[in-house]
């Protein structure tokens, strides 16, 4: 019996290898870039994956491999780029997963913000951005207020974001807008002041559950450049309860079922605000953290899902274990990579820092401002996020990225 995976996250590969593992499931990788999963890869066993090489942005070529796996039970899409894809795929070959619309939904960060304002759940209407040219500050102003925030509809990784808070913003946003390379479609919504987390949940015929918020600290403005994340952040228990059931409206309201969710939202002086609904796991090295700090493999749940059956993690009680904090190391300027240097230093600082390569020596970085650009990430434990978060720093402090331009 097999469960075939169409891409992944950088990272996770391993631990939903040991979950396919433990549930009697052989695992097929399908993927057009095998060098991104080299790393946790050489970790594993011999024949603990099999991997299946196919152009995966080709769907025809895609299904002609699905069709070639015997005893196919289950599909696992967890990525943005490939999430649609892989529901319709599953709907396709009968196998078990969520409604493809819904995906769709999901991925029209606009939609999903219109849908939400007119059920109650967000405060404000997206504006629609037709024309980059045109835009000007009054409109913007009058229709969502300054500061703005104008997005991609289906963008990933912090890419295609733009602050605009006056005329040189707009000014920046024109060029850089103009000659983008968007994913969907522009819109405009305000700028949600406070601290950026990231919920992590698992939904289940409509039941969700809040596995713990991520923090995350962002370059300074004008930039959305992730730069740390830590997991769990301690929240007191009333306002945990109340976030789980807030949550659990908005993914309703969206029609979302059994699937995991990376839901960003802001802490404002009038609470939690949502930001957008990722349909996966984190990414990074999110899972990673949850699997440490909760004390099981999360990656368990992504089987279960893909088998139809309620995923255990719904109801399992959570151990615990270390919280966990990363950085993400970025070169300061773009140019080809030529070397990390300090990654032997870094076992010198508590916490057992570890280093994970996300690109190889030789790979050109053409963007540094969001997180196309990170090289590798360090990744700390400790007692609690905020301690994790500080070693983390720490160790990430004696790493230097080196790109041709910078060295």
Same mark, same amino acid.
């Given at each position: 019996?097999?469960?075939?995976?169409?891409?992944?996250?950088?990272?996770?590969?391993?631990?939903?290898?040991?979950?396919?593992?433990?549930?009697?499931?052989?695992?097929?990788?399908?993927?057009?870039?095998?060098?991104?999963?080299?790393?946790?890869?050489?970790?594993?066993?011999?024949?603990?994956?099999?991997?299946?090489?196919?152009?995966?942005?080709?769907?025809?070529?895609?299904?002609?491999?699905?069709?070639?796996?015997?005893?196919?039970?289950?599909?696992?899409?967890?990525?943005?780029?490939?999430?649609?894809?892989?529901?319709? #795929?599953?709907?396709?070959?009968? /196998?078990?997963?969520? @409604?493809? &619309?819904?995906?769709? *939904?999901? +991925?029209?960060? !606009?939609? $999903?913000?219109?849908?939400?304002?007119?059920?109650? #759940?967000?405060?404000?209407?997206? /504006?629609?951005?037709? @024309?980059? &040219?045109?835009?000007? *500050?009054? +409109?913007?102003? !009058?229709? $969502?207020?300054?500061?703005?925030?104008?997005?991609?509809?289906?963008?990933?990784?912090?890419?295609?974001?733009?602050?605009?808070?006056?005329?040189?913003?707009?000014?920046?946003?024109?060029?850089?807008?103009?000659?983008?390379?968007?994913?969907?479609?522009?819109?405009?919504?305000?700028?949600?002041?406070?601290?950026?987390?990231?919920?992590?949940?698992?939904?289940?015929?409509?039941?969700?559950?809040?596995?713990?918020?991520?923090?995350?600290?962002?370059?300074?403005?004008?930039?959305?450049?992730?730069?740390?994340?830590?997991?769990?952040?301690?929240?007191?228990?009333?306002?945990?309860?109340?976030?789980?059931?807030?949550?659990?409206?908005?993914?309703?309201?969206?029609?979302?079922?059994?699937?995991?969710?990376?839901?960003?939202?802001?802490?404002?002086?009038?609470?939690?605000?949502?930001?957008?609904?990722?349909?996966?796991?984190?990414?990074?090295?999110?899972?990673?953290?949850?699997?440490?700090?909760?004390?099981?493999?999360?990656?368990?749940?992504?089987?279960?899902?893909?088998?139809?059956?309620?995923?255990?993690?719904?109801?399992?009680?959570?151990?615990?274990?270390?919280?966990?904090?990363?950085?993400?190391?970025?070169?300061?300027?773009?140019?080809?990579?030529?070397?990390?240097?300090?990654?032997?230093?870094?076992?010198?600082?508590?916490?057992?820092?570890?280093?994970?390569?996300?690109?190889?020596?030789?790979?050109?970085?053409?963007?540094?401002?969001?997180?196309?650009?990170?090289?590798?990430?360090?990744?700390?434990?400790?007692?609690?996020?905020?301690?994790?978060?500080?070693?983390?720093?720490?160790?990430?402090?004696?790493?230097?990225?080196?790109?041709?331009?910078?060295?």
């Amino acid at each position: 019996m097999t469960v075939a995976c169409l891409e992944m996250l950088s990272f996770g590969l391993a631990h939903l290898a040991r979950a396919a593992r433990e549930s009697g499931e052989r695992l097929v990788l399908l993927t057009g870039v095998e060098w991104l999963y080299l790393h946790e890869l050489a970790t594993l066993p011999p024949g603990s994956i099999d991997v299946l090489s196919v152009d995966t942005s080709d769907r025809r070529a895609v299904a002609e491999a699905l069709s070639s796996i015997e005893d196919l039970r289950g599909l696992i899409s967890s990525t943005d780029t490939w999430g649609v894809t892989g529901a319709e #795929l599953a709907a396709e070959f009968g /196998l078990p997963g969520i @409604d493809p &619309a819904v995906i769709r *939904l999901v +991925r029209d960060k !606009a939609h $999903v913000r219109d849908l939400l304002h007119r059920e109650g #759940l967000s405060t404000f209407a997206p /504006l629609a951005v037709d @024309d980059v &040219a045109t835009m000007d *500050l009054e +409109r913007l102003a !009058a229709a $969502v207020g300054l500061p703005a925030v104008v997005k991609d509809t289906s963008g990933t990784s912090s890419q295609n974001v733009w602050l605009v808070r006056d005329a040189e913003d707009l000014t920046r946003f024109r060029h850089e807008a103009g000659r983008a390379a968007l994913y969907g479609r522009l819109f405009a919504e305000p700028f949600l002041a406070g601290p950026v987390y990231s919920a992590e949940t698992v939904t289940w015929a409509g039941h969700t559950r809040l596995l713990g918020l991520s923090s995350r600290l962002m370059s300074p403005q004008p930039l959305f450049r992730e730069d740390v994340t830590a997991f769990p952040v301690a929240l007191p228990p009333g306002e945990f309860r109340e976030i789980e059931e807030w949550l659990g409206a908005v993914l309703t309201v969206l029609g979302y079922t059994d699937r995991f969710a990376h839901i960003e939202l802001a802490m404002t002086v009038d609470g939690p605000q949502l930001i957008e609904v990722n349909p996966r796991i984190g990414g990074a090295l999110v899972g990673e953290s949850m699997c440490r700090a909760l004390g099981v493999n999360v990656y368990t749940g992504l089987v279960d899902l893909a088998l139809g059956r309620r995923p255990r993690l719904l109801d399992a009680p959570l151990p615990g274990g270390p919280a966990v904090a990363f950085v993400l190391a970025y070169p300061d300027r773009a140019g080809e990579l030529v070397a990390v240097h300090g990654i032997d230093d870094i076992g010198r600082y508590p916490g057992r820092p570890t280093w994970y390569p996300t690109k190889a020596i030789g790979t050109h970085i053409e963007h540094v401002t969001d997180g196309r650009g990170y090289a590798g990430i360090v990744l700390a434990e400790g007692p609690t996020a905020e301690i994790a978060t500080h070693r983390a720093v720490a160790a990430a402090g004696a790493v230097h990225v080196c790109t041709r331009s910078s060295c």
